[in-house]
């Protein structure tokens, strides 16, 4: 077995070296034709602008660097603010879109929301409950839909309440 495939490999080999020893004129002729090229200039690198430093004169102007001017800042530390100090609750995780409410359970404790976190595991929530990624707190239940009032900033350094709904899926 080892003779037939040393006589392979031989005549593979003949067969490479009589495919390279063919008519190289054509090729001789392009590497004679670019090398007669005139050469054309090569264009400088262009040079960097030197650094102007600006000084920045007020001149009456309100400073750049303030955020926020001091009446916005009252009127933001005077408005609805989370508290950052409780635990998070699971279903804070999740953006509000990503949650689906199944349905309801009524018991003598109240009533309960079931909802769908993106992970497919089903959480039950209540009133008070919070949920999504704006401190989502759940104001109301219904057979239909789960009503809360989330903490968003308002862009002035405070918050701003807003209603959101979760309402019933039908997946």
């Known amino acids: 077995m080892s003779a037939l495939t040393r006589a392979i490999a031989v005549a593979a080999t003949a067969l490479l070296l009589a495919g390279c020893s063919g008519d190289m004129s054509d090729l001789e002729q392009y590497v004679a034709e670019v090398k007669a090229r005139k050469s054309t200039k090569i264009e400088p690198i262009p040079q960097i602008k030197q650094y102007e430093a600006f000084a920045y004169v007020p001149g009456g102007r309100r400073d750049p660097f303030i955020e926020v001017r001091p009446a916005e800042r009252e009127t933001a530390a005077s408005g609805p603010k989370p508290d950052l100090n409780r635990n998070r609750e699971p279903l804070e995780e999740f953006p509000l879109d990503a949650l689906r409410m199944l349905g309801t359970i009524s018991t003598p404790e109240g009533v309960f929301a079931l909802i769908r976190a993106p992970d497919n595991v ?3 929530v209540t009133l008070k409950n919070y ?13 239909t ?5 989330e903490l968003v900033p308002d862009g002035f350094g405070g918050w701003t309440q807003r209603g959101a709904i979760l309402a019933l899926s039908d997946r």
């Open 122 to 124: 089903i959480h039950r």
């Open 145 to 149: 839909e789960v009503r809360l009032q």
């Open 131 to 143: 949920m999504g990624q704006n401190y989502g707190q759940i104001v109301a239940i219904s057979g």
